[in-house]
């Protein structure tokens, strides 16, 4: 490659970087009506104002007090949160959209609760852990890749729109992962098993795809 078209490919990356910020502070813009859609709303999907619910038929109804999370596999430090624990790590928020794969998106989300990269630095992933396997106490897993995990708009949120998520919606702990897929996002929040090699879950072996990527539609396959 000469100098010259380094330059240029150099140039055009940070063109790429800069519409991809603009693109993401997009998604802070709130219910305003000069909102462009072209560039917030994935392809294929529309948007709607409700919030439906979506599982696989069990909603279990587990208490604050009696709520566990255990963090583990390969990591230097295995952790075990109970409510009062959780309640002490440093408080997180964000706004994000929700984009589900039957078509459904919901913007302006306002979530609260711990970073995913907050909790990462307690239990310390080992240098060869690449992927996160979410359990919930349905029995649902999904699996997600170590590095989408840790970006900086993941949490585990115990709290949308200022109210505790409810229980349909997975509360007491649910994780929100939202440049992905919504089934992703696991609800009422176990176990989270950080591992070396990739296990897909409950519908990535239903024949979703592995990463569920909006922008690019990664639906099926
Ligand atoms: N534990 C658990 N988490 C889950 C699911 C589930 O069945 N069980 N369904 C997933 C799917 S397919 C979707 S679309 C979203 C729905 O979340 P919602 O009901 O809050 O809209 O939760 C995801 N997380
Ligand atoms: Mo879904």
């Known amino acids: 490659m000469t100098d010259d078209k380094a330059l240029e490919d150099g140039m055009r990356a940070k063109l790429v ?38 599982d696989l038929g069990i909603q279990p109804d587990v208490q604050r007090e009696e709520w566990e ?41 306002h979530w609260q609760g711990v970073s995913t990269q907050h909790l990462l630095s307690v239990v310390q992933p080992l240098p060869g852990a690449r992927h996160v396997i ?33 229980r349909e919606h997975g509360g007491p702990v649910r994780v929100i992962i939202p440049r992905y897929y919504l089934w992703k996002s696991a609800k009422w929040l176990k176990r989270i098993e950080i591992v070396m090699t990739d296990k897909p879950g409950f519908w990535e072996t239903r024949g979703y795809h592995n990463e569920g990527d909006p922008w690019t539609e990664q639906r099926y396959g």
């Open 69 to 109: 999370l255990t963090i583990d596999g390969a990591v230097v430090n295995p952790t075990i949160w109970r409510w009062a624990d959780f309640a002490q790590q440093p408080a997180f928020e964000d706004v994000s959209d929700i984009h589900c794969v039957t078509q459904w998106s919901r913007y302006d989300n």
């Open 134 to 166: 979410l359990h919930s106490y349905d029995g649902y897993t999904t699996n997600v890749r170590l590095d989408h995990f840790a970006e900086d708009d993941c949490l585990l949120a115990h709290s949308h729109d200022g109210a505790p998520i409810t």
């Open 17 to 54: 970087a800069v519409k991809q910020a603009w693109a993401r502070a997009g998604r802070l813009l709130t219910g305003s009506s000069d909102v462009d859609h072209s560039h917030r709303l994935p392809p294929g999907q529309r948007l709607v104002t409700n919030w439906p619910v979506l």
